[in-house]
């Protein structure tokens, strides 16, 4: 049975930072591309960044280049985004999926995913 299960979230102030963490179990990360989504509240989800399968590049929106980082730690088969310089739009419950029909990030903001973590909350508020 594959799981995925995220950790870090958490109340921060403007401007902190938070690592969040997608840790596997069932399915190795390895080769897969691994996604970050978001959802705030009475907004749909969107996709934060990928990290590919193929080559480890990185993708990122806009909203978050610069401040945000996704790596892979293949030994704890887990994926991370470190993100630092965080505002209050950034609140929002973050999700990390994957699925195995997808090895890069070419149609990573679109593409549909089989296995998802439960999400983990992240506020940023003074």
């Known amino acids: 049975q594959v799981q995925l299960v995220e950790s870090g979230g958490g109340l921060v102030q403007p401007g902190g930072s938070l690592k969040l963490s997608c840790a596997a179990s069932?399915?190795?990360?390895?080769?897969?591309?691994v996604v970050w989504f978001r959802q705030a509240p009475g907004k749909e989800r969107e996709g934060v960044s990928c990290?590919?399968?193929?080559?480890?590049?990185?993708h990122y929106t806009d909203f978050v280049k610069g401040r945000f980082t996704i790596s892979r730690d293949n030994a704890k088969n887990t994926v991370h985004l470190q993100m630092n310089s965080l505002k209050p739009g950034d609140t929002a419950v973050y999700y990390c999926?994957?699925?195995?029909?997808?090895?890069?990030?070419?149609?990573?903001?679109?593409?549909?995913?089989?296995?998802w973590g439960q999400g983990t909350q992240v506020t940023v508020s003074s």
């Open positions: 069932g399915f190795t990360l390895d080769f897969y591309a």
């Open positions: 999926a994957t699925d195995p029909a997808w090895r890069g990030c070419t149609y990573w903001y679109t593409a549909p995913y089989d296995y």
């Open positions: 990290i590919s399968g193929v080559n480890d590049t990185t």
